[in-house]
């Protein structure tokens, strides 16, 4: 790891905020609380307890589960939370978004955004990760991602339900004439024993809301939870079934006009010409809008249903500037290259590299180059958004990942004061970091200023979708290894460049903000795995290439998981290691790696002998705070690969829900695999070459793999589920098909060089 | 222009090119069905015409000749078709985008083969996307889909 000094004398980029060595911010203004958002909105006879809990006097218990719902099941886990600590089933608790606010900022987004590696518990560590928590509230973003919202609302949520309780039943010892301790909770209802007599949470909710907050809540201990860490159904599964209108593209308004966008094909650039008038003439057409916000420049189609704006969006004629990133592909993968020759910023350097390559003799060298293609997030709910602006004022409903950020950045661009807008969040058809961005409900508001009034629902199709993302940024590296006597590294040395997402992201979001120091997510992946190796570098940098870049489900650890364990394959393979034995070697100083790699490995039986055409690949990822192995299995058949069988291996620290957290890690592998198999977003004449499905395809159900799940409890921090599956995948199957062919793929995706059945 | 959609006739105005998708959820307020990309490539818009499925995205409505169904016109939150009920029970969806689609897809699979190979699974199945990966367990819930159907639940 980076050592004390260096990390003083070293800014870090984390999320919008650029932090000098750690924060120092006053104590009190960081323990002040937010005010409470419900208690503007409160129904008849309810009242709240704390941002996350509401009762009404017919004992309706309300939880309020401030994250984004793309799939990764938060708006059940969260409920559960509350309900263990409130005492109340599941199912006796209805569960709602609740308003975008400042109250539900996610700190645990930025604990993990200094740079150190997540096992790393020195004092500057644990000091900067503190401190960076109090920047996740200072910023108050009100976001979902990065793994983090069960961390982030695991103690939040379970105190929330556990105030409330102790409220409750001091509110009904005093109704009753007896001490609270001899009162008992079950089932949203508070029973005293002796006596027999019990009262609903209801019944005495509005007497428990004016108390004073507990000064201590106390917390259940592991052992008496009656939901946590069982598998529970999830809340949103009914409506799914049954095709209920949950999603931001389901919305309808009365008096509701329809809309699309067509945007430059070319990032950044300005119409120079445009003819609309064929487009405008069309049926059903209302007006054309020219649009401009930080995601570029466009026309927005208003009318009378979405097909007619399809139509007239495909009709406009417009030609579009040069764009100001290089043109094609070849291009922007020399820039790439080049980038490479820079020395860039270690944030690891165990030892001294360059002495120990100084006099390494050639047979002990292993030397690699790997690359890997942006790629688009294709949620399967192309990008839409409904807004209506009126009196002054703007609703906005839409899938979002940061509905405090839709409130300022819309407020900004229609030019009215954030109070005025409501930001409704609805579940959304995907999200895998695609959410955060705000292009869809930005185009949106800018559109309802032009429908006097009435709200407009503005629905992408997939061709825009799919050429107007904020594309995992691709990325190239040079990989150096030299091997000791026994066979093992003694020297690694890498080197990443790849466009920052981090400054990407900051100009779409916060132009004034100018990034600081290096993007830390070029290396994420690369630079903290629990690898023991004497001379050990991993360096990142930025490479000047400006088209959008943003998150994909897991950000840099997709990118560095497919380098990283790629590599270690090659250097097992040169010193003829077992990749396993060779892990376990030197993953020995973190017992938590170490019984991940063996519990995958004795899933999959690793070692056992195999068929012909049959074989194994491994790899290890450490992301989001979690220890992720997989194995898989691949066969030649005629008709080409076919992923036959996949081993996961995860310690989470605590599983709070078994069931979603598999559901997540097979999900998560699948998203990794189905790019390592066959995605990429290229560019020709500056535009995106793919547009949909057909030549931006993802796995299909013929071929899924069998999954065999193992969820491990070793590590003594919780860490994240919903991106840890992704980047494993990629490289375990790329070292399969090394195992079977003897081809070693060092470029994605891996089609270019094999055939999958 | 008439149609039938879950067993109510409807009057649409509508440009016969229009795909019936567009005319299910702008024209008659069924945003059961999903849009997804417009070229029947991934199937979350899937409905049936007379008991077929078809890609409603890429069907102009003024070619629609029989009656068509969707997600909502199959079962209720009270009253599940049983392919809803072995989704519900096998926790299928996660974010439940596609799902409208996989299930149609399912229902008429299982209307033709009562018992289904994993053959006929991938078969009738792979033109439904699902980006959240929840192939294994579709193809479980369409197997308790087709006991619950022989059992008559």
């Given at each position: 790891?980076?050592?004390?000094?260096?990390?003083?004398?070293?800014?870090?980029?984390?999320?919008?905020?650029?932090?000098a060595?750690?924060?120092?911010?006053?104590?009190?203004?960081?323990?002040?609380?937010?005010?409470?958002?419900?208690?503007?909105?409160?129904?008849?006879?309810?009242?709240?307890?704390?941002?996350y809990?509401?009762?009404?006097?017919?004992?309706?218990?309300?939880?309020?589960?401030?994250?984004?719902?793309?799939?990764?099941g938060?708006?059940?886990t969260?409920?559960?939370?509350?309900?263990?600590?409130?005492?109340?089933?599941?199912?006796?608790?209805?569960?709602?978004?609740?308003?975008?606010?400042?109250?539900?900022?996610?700190?645990a987004?930025?604990?993990e955004?200094?740079?150190?590696?997540?096992?790393?518990?020195s004092?500057?560590?644990?000091?900067?990760?503190?401190?960076?928590?109090?920047?996740?509230?200072?910023?108050?973003i009100?976001?979902?991602?990065?793994?983090?919202?069960?961390?982030?609302?695991?103690?939040?949520?379970?105190?929330?339900?556990?105030?409330?309780?102790?409220?409750?039943?001091?509110?009904?010892?005093?109704k009753?004439?007896?001490?609270?301790?001899?009162?008992?909770?079950?089932?949203?209802?508070?029973?005293?024993?002796?006596?027999?007599?019990?009262l609903?949470?209801?019944a005495?909710a509005?007497?428990?809301?004016?108390?004073?907050?507990?000064a201590?809540?106390?917390?259940?201990?592991r052992?008496?939870?009656?939901?946590?860490?069982?598998?529970?159904?999830?809340?949103?599964?009914?409506?799914k079934?049954?095709?209920?209108?949950?999603?931001?593209?389901?919305?309808?308004?009365?008096?509701m006009?329809?809309?699309?966008?067509?945007?430059?094909?070319?990032?950044?650039?300005k119409?120079?010409?445009?003819?609309?008038?064929k487009?405008?003439?069309?049926?059903?057409?209302?007006?054309?809008?020219?649009?401009?916000?930080?995601?570029?420049?466009?026309?927005?189609?208003?009318?009378?249903?979405?097909?007619?704006?399809?139509?007239?969006?495909?009709?406009?004629?417009?030609?579009?500037?040069?764009?100001?990133?290089?043109?094609?592909?070849?291009?922007?993968s020399?820039?790439?290259?080049?980038?490479?020759?820079?020395?860039?910023?270690?944030?690891?350097?165990?030892?001294?590299?360059?002495?120990?390559?100084?006099?390494?003799?050639?047979?002990?060298?292993?030397?690699?180059?790997?690359?890997?293609?942006?790629?688009?997030?294709?949620?399967?709910?192309?990008?839409?958004?409904?807004?209506?602006?009126?009196d002054?004022?703007?609703?906005?409903?839409?899938?979002?990942?940061?509905?405090?950020?839709?409130r300022?950045?819309?407020?900004?661009?229609?030019?009215?004061?954030?109070?005025?807008?409501?930001?409704?969040?609805?579940f959304?058809?995907?999200?895998?970091?695609?959410?955060?961005?705000?292009?869809?409900?930005?185009?949106?508001?800018l559109?309802?200023?032009?429908?006097?009034?009435?709200?407009?629902k503005?629905?992408?199709?997939?061709?825009e979708?799919?050429?107007?993302?904020?594309?995992?940024?691709?990325?190239?590296?040079?990989?150096?290894?030299?091997?000791?006597?026994?066979?093992?590294?003694?020297?690694?040395?890498?080197?990443?460049?790849?466009?920052?997402?981090?400054?990407?992201?900051?100009?779409?979001?916060?132009?004034?903000?100018?990034?600081?120091?290096?993007?830390?997510?070029?290396?994420?992946?690369?630079?903290?795995?629990?690898?023991?190796?004497?001379?050990?570098?991993?360096?990142?940098?930025?490479?000047?290439?400006s088209?959008?870049?943003?998150?994909?489900?897991?950000?840099?650890?997709?990118?560095?998981?497919?380098?990283?364990?790629?590599?270690m394959?090659?250097?097992?393979?040169?010193?003829?290691?077992?990749?396993?034995?060779?892990?376990?070697?030197?993953?020995?100083?973190?017992?938590?790696?170490?019984?991940?790699?063996?519990k995958?490995?004795?899933?999959?039986?690793?070692?056992?002998?195999?068929?012909?055409?049959?074989?194994?690949?491994?790899?290890?990822?450490?992301?989001?705070?979690?220890?992720?192995?997989?194995?898989?299995?691949?066969?030649?058949?005629?008709?080409?690969?076919?992923?036959?069988?996949?081993?996961?291996?995860?310690?989470?620290?605590?599983?709070?829900?078994?069931?979603?957290?598999?559901?997540?890690?097979?999900?998560?592998?699948?998203?990794?695999?189905?790019?390592?198999?066959?995605?990429?977003?290229?560019?020709?004449?500056?535009?995106v070459?793919?547009?949909?499905?057909?030549?931006?395809?993802?796995?299909?159900?013929?071929?899924?793999?069998?999954?065999?799940?193992?969820?491990?409890?070793?590590?003594?921090?919780?860490?994240?589920?919903?991106?840890?599956?992704?980047?494993?995948?990629?490289?375990?199957?790329?070292?399969?098909i090394?195992?079977?062919?003897?081809?070693?793929?060092?470029t994605?995706?891996l089609?270019?060089?094999?055939?999958f059945? | 222009?008439?149609?039938?959609?879950?067993?109510?006739?409807?009057?649409?105005?509508?440009?016969?090119?229009?795909?019936?998708?567009?005319?299910?959820?702008?024209?008659?307020?069924?945003?059961?069905?999903?849009?997804?990309?417009?070229?029947?490539?991934?199937?979350?818009?899937?409905?049936?015409?007379?008991?077929?499925?078809?890609?409603?995205?890429?069907?102009?409505?003024?070619?629609?000749?029989?009656?068509?169904?969707?997600?909502?016109?199959?079962?209720?939150?009270?009253?599940?078709?049983p392919?809803?009920?072995?989704?519900?029970?096998?926790?299928?969806?996660?974010?439940?985008?596609?799902?409208?689609?996989?299930?149609?897809?399912?229902?008429?699979?299982?209307d033709?083969?009562?018992?289904p190979?994993?053959?006929d699974?991938?078969?009738?199945?792979?033109?439904?996307?699902?980006?959240?990966?929840?192939?294994?367990?579709?193809?479980?819930?369409?197997?308790?889909?087709?006991?619950?159907?022989?059992?008559?639940?």
């Amino acid at each position: 790891m980076a050592s004390v000094g260096k990390i003083a004398r070293r800014t870090f980029l984390i999320g919008a905020a650029a932090v000098a060595g750690g924060v120092a911010v006053g104590y009190y203004y960081y323990r002040k609380p937010f005010a409470n958002p419900l208690e503007a909105d409160l129904g008849k006879s309810e009242v709240t307890f704390n941002p996350y809990v509401k009762i009404g006097a017919d004992n309706t218990i309300t939880v309020v589960a401030p994250r984004a719902e793309m799939g990764q099941g938060i708006s059940t886990t969260l409920a559960v939370m509350v309900a263990e600590e409130l005492d109340v089933g599941l199912d006796q608790v209805n569960v709602e978004h609740g308003p975008a606010s400042y109250a539900y900022y996610n700190a645990a987004i930025l604990e993990e955004g200094g740079p150190f590696a997540f096992f790393d518990e020195s004092m500057t560590a644990q000091a900067v990760r503190s401190g960076l928590g109090v920047v996740g509230k200072l910023l108050a973003i009100q976001a979902t991602g990065g793994s983090a919202s069960v961390r982030d609302g695991f103690d939040k949520m379970r105190q929330a339900g556990a105030a409330a309780r102790q409220l409750l039943i001091a509110a009904a010892a005093q109704k009753l004439g007896v001490a609270a301790a001899d009162l008992e909770t079950a089932n949203g209802s508070i029973l005293h024993k002796a006596s027999g007599k019990s009262l609903t949470y209801g019944a005495v909710a509005v007497a428990a809301a004016a108390m004073a907050p507990p000064a201590e809540v106390r917390l259940k201990d592991r052992a008496d939870w009656k939901l946590l860490g069982k598998p529970q159904k999830r809340i949103d599964m009914l409506a799914k079934v049954t095709g209920a209108p949950i999603f931001g593209i389901d919305v309808r308004l009365p008096d509701m006009l329809y809309g699309t966008v067509k945007m430059s094909p070319r990032f950044w650039a300005k119409p120079v010409k445009a003819n609309l008038a064929k487009a405008e003439k069309m049926p059903g057409v209302i007006k054309i809008v020219a649009l401009e916000t930080n995601y570029g420049h466009g026309f927005g189609i208003i009318a009378q249903n979405t097909w007619a704006a399809f139509k007239a969006a495909d009709a406009i004629d417009a030609q579009w500037a040069d764009p100001e990133y290089p043109l094609s592909s070849d291009a922007i993968s020399d820039v790439l290259k080049q980038a490479l020759g820079a020395k860039g910023s270690a944030m690891r350097d165990n030892g001294d590299v360059d002495t120990a390559f100084a006099d390494a003799p050639r047979e002990r060298m292993v030397e690699a180059d790997y690359a890997v293609p942006y790629l688009a997030h294709a949620t399967m709910e192309p990008m839409n958004a409904t807004a209506r602006f009126k009196d002054g004022a703007l609703d906005i409903w839409c899938g979002n990942q940061a509905p405090t950020l839709v409130r300022q950045l819309c407020a900004n661009v229609v030019g009215i004061e954030q109070e005025k807008v409501t930001v409704h969040t609805t579940f959304m058809g995907g999200g895998f970091g695609r959410r955060v961005e705000m292009d869809y409900a930005l185009c949106a508001a800018l559109m309802a200023k032009e429908t006097g009034g009435r709200p407009i629902k503005v629905t992408w199709t997939r061709e825009e979708d799919m050429r107007h993302d904020a594309y995992r940024p691709a990325a190239v590296g040079k990989f150096q290894a030299r091997l000791g006597d026994d066979g093992l590294p003694v020297a690694v040395y890498m080197k990443i460049a790849s466009p920052s997402m981090i400054a990407s992201t900051l100009r779409r979001l916060f132009p004034s903000i100018s990034p600081l120091g290096p993007d830390k997510s070029i290396v994420d992946g690369a630079y903290d795995q629990p690898y023991t190796i004497p001379n050990y570098r991993v360096s990142g940098v930025a490479a000047p290439v400006s088209i959008p870049v943003g998150s994909w489900r897991s950000v840099g650890s997709s990118v560095n998981g497919f380098f990283h364990e790629g590599f270690m394959d090659e250097i097992a393979t040169a010193a003829k290691i077992d990749p396993v034995e060779m892990r376990k070697k030197l993953m020995a100083a973190y017992p938590a790696a170490v019984k991940v790699v063996e519990k995958v490995a004795a899933m999959a039986k690793w070692g056992e002998a195999l068929p012909a055409g049959k074989a194994k690949g491994m790899a290890f990822t450490l992301s989001f705070g979690s220890w992720v192995g997989e194995i898989i299995q691949v066969a030649d058949t005629p008709a080409g690969i076919r992923i036959e069988k996949v081993w996961i291996a995860a310690d989470v620290g605590t599983a709070l829900d078994p069931g979603i957290i598999e559901a997540q890690l097979i999900s998560a592998a699948i998203y990794g695999l189905s790019a390592a198999m066959g995605q990429e977003i290229t560019f020709a004449d500056g535009m995106v070459e793919q547009s949909n499905f057909h030549d931006f395809d993802a796995m299909r159900i013929f071929q899924c793999p069998v999954f065999d799940v193992a969820i491990l409890e070793n590590f003594h921090k919780m860490g994240g589920v919903g991106e840890v599956g992704t980047p494993p995948a990629a490289p375990a199957l790329a070292n399969a098909i090394f195992a079977l062919s003897g081809k070693r793929i060092r470029t994605l995706p891996l089609s270019k060089t094999v055939a999958f059945a | 222009m008439r149609l039938t959609v879950d067993g109510q006739s409807f009057d649409i105005n509508a440009d016969p090119d229009m795909p019936l998708l567009w005319a299910l959820r702008d024209l008659i307020g069924k945003t059961g069905p999903k849009f997804g990309c417009g070229i029947a490539a991934c199937g979350a818009c899937t409905v049936h015409v007379d008991g077929q499925p078809v890609r409603s995205c890429s069907l102009p409505v003024s070619q629609v000749s029989g009656a068509v169904t969707t997600i909502e016109g199959i079962g209720t939150a009270d009253k599940l078709h049983p392919v809803q009920q072995a989704w519900l029970e096998e926790q299928v969806a996660q974010c439940g985008y596609c799902q409208a689609g996989q299930i149609m897809s399912a229902v008429a699979l299982l209307d033709e083969v009562a018992d289904p190979s994993d053959d006929d699974i991938d078969n009738a199945m792979g033109g439904n996307l699902c980006r959240c990966g929840t192939y294994p367990k579709i193809r479980s819930a369409i197997k308790k889909a087709a006991a619950l159907k022989t059992a008559g639940l």
